[in-house]
């Protein structure tokens, strides 16, 4: 006797940790080789190598919450902690944090929104799912 069991449930194409990891990374959530942006922060319409539309990202303000978030946090974590240890002049506090806070910003804004757009692909949200 054979038992045959089917499962009703859809199988997951776009899987979550795959498409962060490529978004991170700037690349299409789809291919994982194609870049994502064209500029800075610009989302390309379509991938270069894959054509898939990226144009439905609805990133918007997200990025830059997030931003905000990491860097305030490990910010005043850095200043606590160099206080502390050294308590430098308060002209070399203010030095080192606005200067770790811009390169971190710079660095991480294009990561987020990178990985905000994939998380959008991968979840078929704002017309990803090819209804639109």
Known sequence: MTLTITSTEPV?????GAALRRG??????????GHMMKG???VADTCPDCGEPLHHHRADDGPAYLTILVVGKSIMALYLAV???????PWVMI??????????????????????????WSRRMHGFGGEA
């Open 95 to 120: 030095a080192l944090c606005w200067a770790v806070a811009l390169a971190m910003a710079l660095w991480l804004l294009p990561r987020f929104k990178g990985a905000l757009v994939a998380l959008q």
């Open 24 to 33: 991170w990374m700037r690349r299409c959530p789809n291919c994982g080789t």
């Open 12 to 16: 997951d194409d776009r899987p979550l």
């Open 83 to 89: 206080f502390l240890a050294f308590r430098p002049e």
């Open 40 to 42: 800075y922060l610009k």
